[in-house]
């Protein structure tokens, strides 16, 4: 062929092509430019979405399979790309906007006197809110909400007594009414709601034994409500702090007081959102803050976990081979001298969404398989762990140490789970008469019913409700 | 093959090591040692050695005790080196006992080597008996 004769054809086929592609070639050096440095940043992720938004490849799914594409032919590849599941998950995290409701009913005036530590946390609660730079709204709840406004500063200058007292009708508090205005700000507006809270629901002089399962049930179905919509959950804050003023107990009998009172503070949004704020938000650096429980369904995260060969060893076993972690245990033996049979297991529950306290009390957990039972929870750091098990050990926060006193013969199946049950401090700091308030000013009226109906609904119905599980095979 | 000579030693061989000895590769050249030592050292002794004067047990039982403690040292002294640039740490007991039971098939492999070659040689034909 001759090639000076048809140079000029080729040259122009080659631009063509080039002009063709031009705008996918562009997308194309783009993630080759993020793909150097051996990953995408999130930034970078950001910066490929926005070029891509208007053509072929503004699907997430799409972009990541030409992502994918782009980076089996580099030289360098990326070990890890994001997943959309991730991409996702870090823009809700991203996308937070608060509606701060502070409840100034009667039963609140005594956290607004003075300088409590109530006034304190709901400042330093929206500071840190107000920190993340997103428009958020503001509000005193009583028979309805009552929108402060959208200033920070306004609403510190609103959070005293003299004002809180002439907003809205303070004489009615409607607990569950509260909750669902929170959940329609979490639903509807797309917000992540605080709400805080004495959490003592007004019983008109009733009962409380006969209103309290009604007022149960009524959370129970606004909350349901709301993880029918997606995967949303609720953190509850314990907090403390003094109260001064006029206690009305159920049968609107006044008694002064001036002493420490519990209040509480509900978080409602998105569970990537709780979570986010639960380990990152530093929620237990605000002044009162007793005791916090994370309500959700979780989403299955599988949590690390790896059998620790030697450390904690008592009797024999042996392990599937050529796998990095032991995540299955073969022909187990008892302890010919003790007669019992001992493991550890290293898991990572630093991601947990739920109080360190809670992932240590191995009444917490339930075990089943084997006839196992928990001997000890540790944190790693005071275990001691033999050199050979550090590799085993990754991510892991907690050793969990097995034992057994009986093996079954047959295969089996270790289930380790961590129970979502109500922590004990809601029992300790339930009352269910609280006429006497003086001698138990560490109690609040009716909260476990409250708290069963968050907690009921979150959970699904007839599941084994869990935060994890964990499962081994054992094969004989 | 590695796989073959774990099935083989763990015959008569159960130690908290095995699955680092099978995931290090161990048991594939250890068993390559306790078959080639031997099979080596007899082949040196009735072929290399095919000479009157070394007919008897005593020659036999020197070429057998240097064949057996080559590989006894190796199967010590390899694994334990390769299992601690692997970060493992085992006691030195536990590797001796490894390479006592890898010596076991040695001693096998020797006699059965014995009876094979002293049939072809010219003068060994009744060393060692």
Redesign the interface.
């Known amino acids: 062929m001759n090639v000076k004769k048809y140079s000029p054809l080729l040259l122009a086929a080659l631009g063509l092509t080039a002009c063709g592609g031009g705008g996918d070639a562009a997308l194309e050096s783009a993630i080759r430019k993020a793909l150097k440095d051996g990953q995408v940043t999130t930034e970078e992720w950001q910066d490929l979405q926005a070029q891509s938004a208007n053509g072929p490849y503004s699907d997430c799914a799409k972009l990541l399979t030409l992502v994918e594409q782009v980076n089996a032919n580099v030289r360098q590849k990326a070990e890890q790309l994001p997943s959309c599941e991730s991409v996702k998950k870090a823009e809700q995290k991203t996308a937070l906007s608060f509606a701060l409701f502070v409840e100034n009913s009667n039963s609140m005036m005594g956290y607004f006197t003075g300088n409590t530590a109530f006034k304190d946390a709901m400042m330093d609660l929206g500071s840190r809110i107000e920190d993340k730079g997103k428009k958020n709204d503001y509000y005193f709840i009583n028979d309805q909400p009552h929108k402060i406004g959208q200033d920070y500063e306004e609403f510190i200058q609103k959070m005293d007594r003299k004002t809180a007292i002439k907003v809205g009708n303070i004489r009615i508090s409607k607990l569950d009414e509260m909750l669902g205005e929170a959940v329609r700000q979490v639903t509807e507006e797309g917000k992540t709601a605080i709400l805080a809270s004495d959490f003592i629901y007004d019983v008109n002089r009733q009962n409380p034994k006969d209103a309290f399962p009604k007022l149960k049930y009524s959370i129970k179905g606004k909350l349901q409500k709301l993880r029918e919509r997606g995967d949303y959950g609720l953190l509850l804050l314990k907090m403390s702090s003094l109260y001064d003023g006029k206690y009305y107990d159920y049968q609107d009998r006044p008694t002064s007081i001036k002493e420490e009172r519990p209040y509480y503070i509900c978080i409602l949004g998105k569970n990537a959102q709780l979570q986010e704020m639960y380990l990152h938000y530093d929620l237990k650096s605000i002044r009162g803050f007793e005791e916090a429980i994370i309500f959700y369904q979780p989403d299955g995260q599988a949590y690390y976990h790896s059998v620790l060969g030697q450390s904690y060893k008592a009797g024999q076993f042996s392990r599937p081979r050529g796998q990095e972690l032991i995540q299955a245990i073969e022909k187990p033996e008892l302890d010919k001298r003790s007669g019992s049979f001992e493991m550890a297991l290293a898991v990572d529950l630093s991601t947990l969404p739920a109080p360190a306290s809670y992932a240590l009390d191995k009444l917490n957990y339930s075990v089943d398989g084997g006839n196992f039972s928990i001997k000890e929870i540790l944190p790693l750091a005071t275990a001691e762990i033999h050199k050979n098990d550090q590799r085993y050990l990754g991510t892991a926060s907690h050793i969990f140490i097995l034992e057994s006193s009986e093996l079954p013969k047959d295969n089996f199946e270790i289930k380790l789970a961590l129970k979502k049950q109500l922590p004990a401090w809601v029992a300790a700091a339930h009352t269910e008469d609280d006429r006497k308030i003086k001698e138990q000013m560490d109690k609040t009226l009716g909260l476990q019913y409250w708290v069963s109906g968050i907690s009921e609904a979150f959970n699904e119905l007839g599941e084994d409700n869990h935060y994890f599980q964990i499962k081994l095979a054992v094969s004989n | 093959m590695n796989g073959f000579f774990a099935k083989m030693i763990e015959l008569i061989y159960s130690s ?1 090591m ?3 000895l ?2 290090n590769n161990i048991y594939g050249v250890a068993g390559l040692v306790m078959i080639l030592v031997p099979v080596l050292g007899a082949l040196i002794f009735y072929f290399g050695f095919d000479k009157a004067r070394y007919v008897g047990w005593k020659a036999w039982a020197l070429s057998f005790l240097l064949s057996i403690l080559t590989c006894f040292l190796i199967c010590w002294l390899w694994p334990q080196s390769a299992m601690g640039k692997a ?4 006691a030195s007991s536990e590797y001796v006992y490894f390479s006592a039971i890898t010596s076991i098939y040695s001693v096998i492999i020797f006699m059965i080597c014995t009876f094979v070659f002293r049939f072809r040689t010219t003068n060994l034909l009744h060393s060692p008996f």
């Open positions: 908290q095995t699955n680092d099978y995931d970060g493992l740490d085992y």
